[in-house]
């Protein structure tokens, strides 16, 4: 966790990202940032502890990026038809990120491959849910609570790896996994309409 500094730890969360770029995440410890911006060890471990704590920092960055992006994307939501929209818009940036830059859609892989991440990464996931959440239940409030919260984990992991496979292709079959995918997209909202709409109704009975 950083205390202080904040410069210096963001001098050491650039080097950082240049280590894991460049080598893997694992490459990523305090003496090598240090190193690479020219900090003294001593000083870094004041701020980021130790290794583990430097790496948590980065994926921490990396993660709060994500969400950025997709705040971004529900800003101006106003119906489910909005979200899938700007769903497949979130899933297009992604891919230009992924597909003009595979040194970071390698070091993404690996975050979200790492077992030491594990727990890191599932918080983080977690938060991107609960943001999408609170825009999806006030458009689907008849939606039982369970399939809502498991179609919005599954969605932003399979957003994820959509965008991160269709960018290992070429560009002809890497479009057209998007396309396909944001149809999916497209199908899984309208499933929730009819869902939200069946629900309503039967609630209308019970009344």
């Given at each position: 966790m950083v205390?202080?500094?904040?410069d210096l730890a963001d001098?050491?969360?650039?080097?950082?990202?240049?280590?894991a770029r460049g080598n893997s995440l694992?490459?990523?410890?305090?003496?090598?940032?240090?190193?690479?911006?020219?900090?003294?060890?001593?000083?870094?471990?004041?701020v980021f502890g130790d290794d583990k704590g430097l790496r948590d920092g980065l994926v921490g960055?990396?993660?709060?990026?994500?969400?950025?992006?997709?705040?971004?994307?529900?800003?101006?939501?106003?119906?489910?038809?909005?979200?899938?929209?700007?769903?497949?818009?979130?899933?297009?940036?992604y891919y230009t990120i992924f597909h003009q830059d595979p040194e970071m859609r390698d070091v993404w892989t690996e975050i979200l491959t790492d077992r030491d991440m594990?727990?890191?990464n599932t918080e983080h996931?977690?938060?991107?849910?609960?943001?999408?959440?609170?825009?999806?239940?006030?458009?689907?409030?008849?939606?039982?609570e369970m399939e809502l919260t498991a179609t919005i984990e599954l969605m932003i992991?399979?957003?994820?790896?959509?965008a991160r496979w269709a960018a290992t292709r070429?560009?002809?079959?890497?479009?057209?996994?998007?396309?396909?995918?944001?149809?999916?997209?497209?199908?899984?909202?309208?499933?929730?309409?009819r869902a939200d709409a069946a629900n309503a109704l039967k609630d209308m009975d019970v009344l």
């Open positions: 205390t202080h500094r904040p001098r050491l969360l650039q080097a950082s990202g240049q280590l694992k490459a990523v410890t305090i003496d090598a940032a240090a190193a690479l911006c020219g900090a003294d060890p001593s000083e870094a471990r004041l960055l990396y993660h709060a990026a994500n969400r950025d992006v997709l705040s971004f994307a529900m800003r101006e939501v106003a119906s489910v038809e909005d979200f899938v929209r700007q769903a497949c818009e979130a899933v297009e940036h594990r727990e890191t996931v977690m938060r991107n849910a609960a943001g999408l959440y609170a825009v999806l239940r006030d458009l689907l409030p008849h939606v039982d992991h399979m957003t994820d790896v959509a070429d560009e002809a079959k890497g479009r057209a996994m998007l396309d396909a995918f944001c149809r999916m997209i497209g199908l899984m909202g309208e499933e929730m309409v």
